[in-house]
């Protein structure tokens, strides 16, 4: 243990980690689906850098380009049901990447143009422009307020920011308010889905006047090192093209490679995971909840004297 209370390990945690010795469970981390762990996943990351090596070392829109990325790209676009994908080296950046994108649309729209940006409750800051405060508000009253502000603002184009799920203190966001959008407004909607992309997105169903871009790390359930952006053609297309994506070098190829080859092993663990979750929620019980909150509070207070101490 260091001097500053952190735990130093020589070893990749999963359900436990082992300390001095001494095992201990593990419930921190973001790797949802234990890719990291499973033989098949392994094996094919290790094909793939037979083939790719350990990086690409050139711009994405270098005269010369792998395949790979595009074939991974089609089928992330496939396995998240959305119409396109790309892939960038992380989620931070990806989810920058588009708030350039939303700042370049705002200065081709010109002085004339006003652009008003909504920032839901809890947004992870890979979507944050520079200065941005969140709103304190409960999402759900939030997401009910914001039909009508929208319809009744004078705005000429409207951006919403959201995560896909609260982080990180887990809290399940309904998107219903999407279809409750004005469908005669110019509005573009960025949603940072890295804690369910792989697992279960929820359903963005929304009018077709709605942009709707989907930004995530693909360092959590997908197990890689990467980020991703999800849109329509044109938006990809667009984001493709700014210097900040052909400046920047790509996530690496054998982890791609590995993803394609690895479409069964993703399925089977998002099962496992779901079929955990129902063992554990059919386990618990009013007794044991209060339980738990009551042991969690004596922690809290016993952390607090510790840190006033």
């Known amino acids: 243990m260091s001097k500053n209370g952190f735990l130093n390990i020589d070893h990749l945690p999963g359900r436990t980690l082992m300390v001095e010795g001494n095992e201990f469970l593990w419930f921190s981390g973001t790797s949802y689906l234990g890719m990291a762990f499973q033989p098949e996943f392994k094996e094919n990351l290790f094909e793939g850098l037979q083939y790719y090596g350990a990086s690409w070392g050139s711009s994405r829109n270098n005269t010369v380009r792998l395949s790979i990325y595009e074939e991974a790209e089609s089928a992330l676009a496939q396995f998240c049901n959305m119409p396109e994908a ?43 422009k520079s200065n941005t405060i969140l709103p304190a508000q409960r999402y759900q009253n939030w997401a009910n307020e914001l039909p009508g502000k929208i ?30 959008l004005p469908n005669d407004k110019n509005i573009s909607v960025i949603i940072d889905a890295s804690h369910s992309l792989g697992i279960q997105l929820p359903v963005f169903k929304h009018p077709e006047n709605v942009r709707l871009v989907i930004t995530s790390s693909l360092n959590k359930a997908m197990g890689m ?44 663990q998002r099962i496992k995971l779901m079929k955990n979750i129902q063992a554990f929620t059919d386990k618990l019980n009013p007794e044991s909840v209060l339980e738990g909150l009551e ?11 510790c840190m006033i101490f």
């Open 86 to 128: 790309l892939t960038v080296s992380s989620g931070i950046l990806a989810g920058q990447m588009v708030v350039k994108f939303v700042e370049w649309l705002e200065n081709q729209n010109g002085k004339n143009q006003q652009t008003a940006y909504y920032y839901a409750p809890k947004t992870h800051p890979a979507l944050w």
């Open 151 to 180: 319809r009744h603002s004078t705005a000429d184009h409207f951006v919403i920011f959201s995560d896909s799920v609260g982080s990180p203190y887990v809290e399940t966001f309904d998107f219903e308010w999407l279809a409750n």
């Open 225 to 268: 090192v990467g980020g991703v952006i999800l849109s329509d053609a044109q938006t990809i297309q667009f984001i493709r093209n700014l210097p900040v994506f052909a400046g920047a070098s790509p996530m690496m190829p054998a982890l791609l490679y590995a993803f394609t080859k690895s479409q069964e092993v993703y399925e089977r």
């Open 295 to 305: 042991i969690i509070r004596h922690f809290a207070l016993m952390r607090k004297a």
